[in-house]
């Protein structure tokens, strides 16, 4: 039995840390490697346990009930996963995007067309697919793809700090959805070169407010989305399954930069780009497509996911 929960929360750990490796890629969801991973009812049912009954097991001094109540040991595993992930691995995976982007953009690819497979043959064998809100994630998805940035923000003040909170509570709750990305979210409203700019200045100020519109997006989503896995579990996994479909557009490899923008190093990293077929990509740039090894990239990670991931619907129950 100890063997088992030693590996149970391992397991949870490792979770945690590829969530928090997928949201920091901007086309990528920490909700799908919850969902993959066969933790994601669980997740969303721990987060909107934190609620009155909560804080008044937790003032009445009853901490042990408190805990089990929110399922606290799963939340610790996920939160220490997360923060070792973008500790030991945000300068890696940039690095990577940096200097291997073809192959990278494969990898992601590969692992996000064959979860959507997956949820669709779910969905499908239980005989809850419904095409039309399938349609609808799919639009949305790749509307959001399409969608040219807004200019980058640089500096808040007064009502503008509302809008950082906002942006927080728009990014968490993009996390926790399949398919949709919470640092991409962050691009489009012109906020993520700010707020990584003032992440890596400790500015607390920014921090405690971002934080803070997190916290609340996250209990007041994760409620929203639970009710509505309870009521109606077809509709909501079909848009799912659609957004993650959608989301394919912004993780093609072959690329064309059409801005860039600053990071917080000074850098200038590509802002809006249009997806190209790998020929003309040679032919536009004059570098080699890789298409080969993109390929054995994208058939490795879409073979992980098939022989790694678990989805099902059962594990939804919140």
């Not at 890696?92 to 291997?100: E, G, R």
């Not at 509505?228 to 093609?252: D, E």
Request: a positive charge; one cysteine or more; hydrophobic letters at 55%.
């Amino acid at each position: 039995m100890k063997h088992k929960q030693s590996w149970l929360q391992l397991h949870t750990i490792l979770t945690g840390a590829m969530m928090g490796a997928a949201d920091l890629v901007p086309g990528i969801s920490g909700g799908t490697v919850a969902l993959l991973s066969g933790i994601y009812g669980r997740l969303l049912g721990a987060i909107s346990r934190i609620d009155l009954h909560f804080f008044k097991l937790v003032f009445s001094g009853q901490l042990i009930k408190a805990w089990s109540y929110v399922d606290a040991t799963m939340l610790v595993n996920l939160a220490l996963g997360m923060g070792l992930s973008l500790l030991l691995l945000a300068k890696l995976i940039s690095w990577l995007l940096l200097t291997q982007p073809l192959l990278m953009w494969s990898l992601f690819l590969g692992l996000i067309l064959v979860a959507s497979g997956m949820l669709l043959r779910e969905l499908s064998q239980h005989k809850v697919l419904k095409l039309g809100w399938l349609m609808w994630g799919l639009l949305i998805s790749i509307t959001l793809a399409s969608m040219p940035m807004v200019n980058q923000i640089s500096g808040y003040s007064g009502w503008g700090y509302l809008w950082l909170m906002g942006a927080g509570a728009l990014a968490i709750s993009a996390m926790i959805l399949p398919g949709v990305s919470g640092s991409f979210i962050l691009l489009l409203l012109g906020v993520y070169p700010f707020l990584i700019g003032r992440l890596a200045a400790l500015d607390l100020q920014v921090i405690v407010i971002f934080a803070l519109g997190c916290g609340l997006g996250l209990l007041i989503f994760s409620r929203f989305i639970s009710y509505l896995l309870r009521q109606y579990v077809g509709p909501v996994m079909s848009l799912l399954a659609g957004l993650m479909m959608g989301s394919t557009l912004k993780l093609w490899p072959w690329k064309q930069t059409l801005s860039y923008r600053l990071n917080s190093a000074g850098e200038e990293v590509p802002l809006q780009q249009e997806n190209l077929s790998p020929w003309i990509y040679s032919q536009m740039t004059g570098q080699d497509n890789q298409l080969l090894w993109c390929l054995l990239v994208f058939a490795a990670a879409g073979l992980l996911v098939a022989l790694c991931g678990r989805i099902k619907l059962q594990d939804l129950d919140a």
